[in-house]
């Protein structure tokens, strides 16, 4: 049976926390057919989801990246390239989140998120057009915003601040690659019950549970979620869906 994504080849960053965005991200492709590429600074992670891609009859390897670094760009999409020819669909899901007031909030901590969380989606996009333009087949980029990027949302001002670059960012270059038929769309997560998320639990508990509490759903959403709406995107069943954002957040933003 045909499926999804056959003969697609994907990149999705940032995928090696499990249970995480990336992580699930890349095993829903994979299931669809694609040829998954899952980078990380932690490469041992990443080859751990890599291999349990590859044991459920996948394809999939690991490569070690720091997003926010343009040669470590560079190095992976030439070893994609290498390996299984051009890039069809991007997937920029690797971020951080520092959630602190602004009294507390360092201009190191505002810098390291406006790098990770943004600067990473224009280096990953620049390449990635340039690619797809020469292959000439179109292609699906999805990058991972905010409901941050959309509402305002206690402790999360430098976050928010890249999640909203990239949404706006992302609308531009669709509009730019439109008749290249290079899709760019954003996804929108609320609360997602993932690793990144403990983190923001332990870092500052009172704000992250009245985020929680504030859900018409009432609880967090799951990982697999997301990678059904990056799917979506990704697929043909997407193929007339550019410069959008699905948000995907249990009512927060409806309210």
């Not at 670094?69 to 890039?87: K, M, N, P, T």
């Not at 280096?123 to 699906?140: D, L, N, P, W």
Request: hydrophobic share 45%; with cysteine; net charge negative.
């Amino acid at each position: 049976m045909t499926k999804r994504l056959d003969g697609k080849i994907a990149l999705i960053t940032g995928g090696a926390s499990v249970p995480g965005l990336g992580s699930a991200t890349a095993q829903r492709l994979a299931e669809e057919g694609a040829k998954v590429c899952v980078t990380d600074i932690d490469l041992d992670g990443a080859e751990a989801v890599a291999k349990a891609i590859r044991d459920a009859g996948g394809t999939a390897m690991a490569l070690k990246q720091d997003v926010a670094e343009e040669a470590d760009w560079d190095s992976v999409l030439d070893r994609i390239a290498q390996e299984w020819g051009s890039l069809d669909i991007l997937v920029n899901n690797a971020g951080i989140a520092v959630l602190r007031p602004i009294e507390n909030l360092t201009s190191a901590d505002w810098n390291k998120q406006l790098t990770v969380n943004l600067d990473s989606v224009f280096f990953g996009t620049r390449r990635a057009v340039e690619i797809m333009r020469k292959a000439g087949k179109g292609g699906s980029i999805v990058n991972l915003s905010s409901v941050a990027g959309l509402v305002g949302v206690p402790a999360c001002s430098a976050y928010a601040a890249a999640k909203a670059g990239v949404r706006m960012f992302g609308k531009t270059i669709a509009i730019e690659c439109a008749r290249d038929n290079i899709r760019v769309n954003s996804i929108h997560p609320g609360m997602i019950d993932t690793n990144m998320q403990n983190v923001a639990r332990s870092d500052n508990a009172e704000f992250f549970d009245q985020v929680v509490d504030s859900i018409p759903m009432g609880r967090m959403g799951d990982p697999v979620d997301i990678a059904n709406a990056v799917l979506f995107l990704s697929c043909d069943e997407g193929r007339y869906v550019t410069g959008t954002e699905l948000v995907v957040d249990g009512g927060m933003t409806a309210q």
